[in-house]
Structures are given as structure tokens and as C-alpha cells.
């Protein structure tokens, strides 16, 4: 039985900004990674590849948790299960704010509904029936040593007063456990991740997110995001093919403060 205790609305819980590095280079380079174009699915498959870090910060804005963070999750680059949905590969750069040096070994943790708008562990708060292990789009990866993690995931879903979104944490100093998870480490930033409203209303009208008859929040109508582009976590999304259901990579650098 969910306990609904632990429902409650996302609120902001502060913001943080990075550093944007000097020099016309960096200032071209911010401005490609950092202003998505109006329709992102127009971009050349090349766009995907990560902005270097020593090159621009990301602006990036510190979000809430909201309320349905689930603790020790596995550390996986698929966090698919069995879910249906477009796919959604994400490589997600991260870099310390002050320096843009790519942080190595962080661990990038995420969790999203599902196409019905249902959370592992919380199934029903939606509305829907559906079985519930606790762990489907939940889980994070270790970045490498140009600060990169790849995550192969499913487009989310939505649900009642919220825009599409992934919610994700930085970690470091973790300790793998043997069962596939992770212990200890230090939490640098939590987050989250947006979509252009020109995508998600073709994805909205594929059949698998069609069954989720909840009401869609627009990103302008959303008490979080804040129309701040890159600022709150907005994605470049590139297809991944010819059509909608495809799916789409999505990449975006977030910076973090370590101090």
C-alpha cells in the first residue's frame, strides 16, 4: 500500500548558478550548449556529442527532491526494466563550477514516471494499476574521466500538476555495494531535467502515452520550471531516428558546486 504521507507538491528549494567561462570561444560554445533552439528535434545526430568541459559551465539551477526519492537504488547505465516508451539516451556532463574541470567518479542518479506517470515504489498516485518493484527508472552510473554519464532510459511520462521532468542527484566519494547499489559518498546537487514542449507534444500523441488520460502540465503552466532554459535543467534533444517514436538522445553539462 502506498503511504501517502509522503506525497507532497514539489516546491523550490533554492537556486545556484555556475560559472560561465571567458573568451570568445567559451561564450560561442555557452550559447549552443545553454539556448536550445525552438524545435530541438531539427538538430544534426552530431549535436549530441558532450560540450567540452574545459570549454563552458553549464548554468545550472538546484531544484527539489520532491516526493518520490527512493534511497540506494542500482548503479546501471539502463534503468528501462521492462518499461515501455520512446527511448532516451542521456549523456549528462558534469563539471565543478568554479574550475569547469569534469568531475571523474561522481555517481549521476535519476528516477522518472513512467509513459503512465507512475513512480516505482509509488504506484497509483496516478491512477493507474500497474505492478511496482521499487526500482523501474530508478538508478545512476559512475561519470567518466571526461566527467560523462550515459543513461539509456524511457521519454517520461506526467502526471497531475507537473511537466514532463527527471528528477537527479550527484553524488561522490560512494562505495559500490555487492548487490548493485551504492553506500556513503557526499550529495552535491539535486535537480531537474526538462524537455521542450514542441517534442513532448509529439510524444504525447504516440499511442503508449496516449492511455494516460491526466491532464498535461505545460512547461509555462509548471510551479518549478522557470523558463530559464539550460538554467533549470532544460535538455538538448537530438532523434534518434526518422520519427517521434525513435526516441531521442538528450545531453546538457551541469555544473556543481563541490565546496
Not at 560540450?51 to 534503468?79: F, M, N, W
Request: charged share 20%.
Amino acid at each position: 500500500m502506498t503511504d501517502t504521507s509522503k506525497k507532497r507538491p514539489d516546491t523550490p528549494v533554492g537556486r545556484r548558478t555556475v560559472l560561465l567561462a571567458t573568451g570568445a570561444t567559451a561564450a560561442t560554445l555557452a550559447v549552443g550548449a545553454a539556448v536550445p533552439s525552438v524545435d530541438q528535434g531539427s538538430r544534426e545526430a552530431g549535436a549530441t556529442a558532450p560540450v567540452a568541459a574545459a570549454a563552458v559551465c553549464t548554468l545550472t539551477k538546484e531544484l527539489t527532491e520532491g516526493p518520490y526519492y527512493l534511497d540506494g537504488q542500482y548503479v546501471r547505465s539502463d534503468i528501462r526494466e521492462d518499461k515501455t516508451g520512446i527511448p532516451l539516451k542521456l549523456t549528462l556532463t558534469v563539471v565543478d563550477d568554479d574550475t569547469c574541470a569534469p568531475l571523474k567518479n561522481a555517481l549521476v542518479e535519476v528516477w522518472h514516471a513512467d509513459a503512465l506517470g507512475e513512480y516505482s515504489g509509488f504506484v497509483g498516485s496516478n491512477g493507474h494499476n500497474e505492478p511496482d518493484n521499487g526500482t523501474f527508472l530508478r538508478g545512476g552510473v559512475l561519470t567518466d574521466a571526461r566527467g560523462v554519464a550515459a543513461i539509456t532510459t524511457v521519454y517520461p511520462g506526467w502526471y497531475r500538476g507537473r511537466c514532463v521532468h527527471i528528477h537527479i542527484k550527484v553524488h561522490t566519494d560512494v562505495t559500490l555495494t555487492p548487490d548493485g547499489s551504492f553506500t556513503g559518498g557526499r550529495e552535491l546537487h539535486t535537480g531537474q531535467l526538462f524537455f521542450a514542449e514542441t517534442i513532448t507534444t509529439r510524444v504525447a500523441a504516440l499511442s503508449t502515452y496516449k492511455v494516460n488520460t491526466v491532464p498535461r502540465t505545460t512547461l509555462a503552466q509548471d510551479s518549478i520550471y522557470d523558463d530559464g532554459g539550460a538554467a533549470s535543467g532544460l535538455l538538448t534533444l537530438t532523434p534518434l531516428g526518422s520519427t517521434t517514436s525513435a526516441g531521442y538522445a538528450g545531453t546538457l553539462t551541469l555544473g556543481v558546486e563541490q565546496g
